[in-house]
Every structure is written in C-alpha cells, then in structure tokens.
C-alpha cells in the first residue's frame, strides 16, 4: 500500500514559482508513474503531468512551458515547481500515482495542498 | 488537446440505478478510468480500464464504453455514494497524456 505525503509553500505570490514535494512510502520508484493533477475551487481535476521512474516527463501542453516535474529517488520523493504563477494557479495541488502500463490510472493520491495566488 | 465531457449532475433515489456519462473522442481508442471525490477529500479510484474494480471497492460500481462514450454505473445507490464523480483517459493527441472530465455531481433526491 502506498501513501503520499505532501507539503510546499501554500500561499505565493504572482509572478513567483510554486513548488510542491510529495514523499513515497510503501512503494517502489520503478513500480509506478508519479503525478501531479489539481483542482481549482469549485472545479474539477486538471492533469499537469507526470515522471516515471527513468526521469522521462509528460507535461499537460497547456501548462509545459511553466511545469518542471522531478524525482529524487535518494529521498523517496518527486516535486513539482511551476514558475510565473498568477491567480489561475490557485488550486488544490495533488500527487498520485499512475500504473505503469496505464499512467492514468491513479491509485494512490495525497491529501491535497491548497495553494493560493494572490498580491 | 482532448476533452471529456460529463453531466453536471444526476439524482437518484435511494437503493435505485444511476448512470453517469463521459463523453469525447479519445474514448474511441482508450478506456475511462472512473473516480470518486467526497466534499474535502482526495478522489479515490473506482473503475478502471475495460470494468476492473480497484480492492475494497463495492461491486455495485460497475463502468462500460461504446463508441465515443463510457458509463459509470451503481447500481442499488447507497447514501455513502452521494459525491463527485470524473472520468479521466489518456488523450488522443498524445498516448503519454491524459486528460479529465468535468465531472458529475450525484445527488440523493
């Protein structure tokens, strides 16, 4: 069983970089792809990409020229930094994972961190 | 890039069948995966691929697809079912991404 534990910076500021960590327990880094998907108030879940264990990323083409998704196997943890943010970025950020034939498929999700962007 | 498109809302009685739709055109080539997201909480995965339930999910979830589109059915609705449902699939633009439904809220009338 795998849990995700996730924590990062909650309120920014426009213009800045957002970053998030995720930490794994219960599972191994090759098992899985490692995901991040968010939810903006009131609305639904949005997919911002996702890393697999090799370092190879997909990035959500409305969000790839700011999104850089990594994984640090030595700490049992992937990140997610989003630079430029402004107040469309205000969401709840979650990690999960995804199978590794069928990366869209989440089992495991974190908690969720709100992030909010404002002056 | 690919969209996904569900009802709002449904209602339902209690103990009755309800069916939630997602409609769009990478479903012609992949599977919906369907999840459940309960006010304040993180979704939880409910069907995935063909009709596979994830361990502890009840059997009265049960999911299809034909043509462009995929159902999520429970039958027999239970008041604990009361919650947002989306379905989500790779897109048809690119086999490494993915994309996710607007989302259905189910209600208990």
């Known amino acids: 069983q795998v849990q995700l534990q996730q924590w990062g910076a909650g309120l920014l500021k426009p213009s800045e970089t957002l970053s998030l960590n995720c930490a794994v327990y219960g599972g191994s880094f090759s098992a899985y792809y490692w995901s991040w998907i968010r939810q903006p108030p009131g609305k639904g879940l949005e997919w911002i990409g996702d890393i697999n264990h090799g370092g190879s990323t997909n990035y959500n083409p409305s969000l790839k020229s700011r999104v850089t998704i990594s994984l640090d196997t030595s700490k049992n943890q992937f990140s997610l930094r989003l630079t430029s943010v402004t107040a469309a970025d205000t969401a709840v950020y979650y990690c999960a994972t995804g199978r590794n034939n069928w990366s869209d498929v989440h089992d495991f999700w974190g908690r969720g961190t709100p992030v909010t962007v404002s002056s | 890039s690919s969209e996904l498109t569900q009802d709002p809302a449904v209602s339902v009685a209690l103990g009755q069948t309800v069916r939630i739709t997602c409609q769009g055109d990478?479903?012609?080539?992949?599977?919906a995966n369907w999840y459940q997201q309960k006010a304040g909480q993180a979704p939880v995965l409910v069907i995935y691929?063909?009709?596979s339930r994830p361990s502890g999910i009840p059997d009265r979830f049960s999911g299809s697809s034909s043509g462009n589109a995929a159902s999520l059915t429970i039958t027999g609705a239970q008041a604990e079912d009361e919650a947002d449902y989306y379905c989500n699939s790779r897109d048809s633009s690119g086999y490494h991404l993915e994309v996710f439904g607007t989302g259905t809220k189910v209600t208990f009338l």
């Open positions: 990478s479903l012609r080539t992949y599977y």
């Open positions: 691929g063909k009709n």
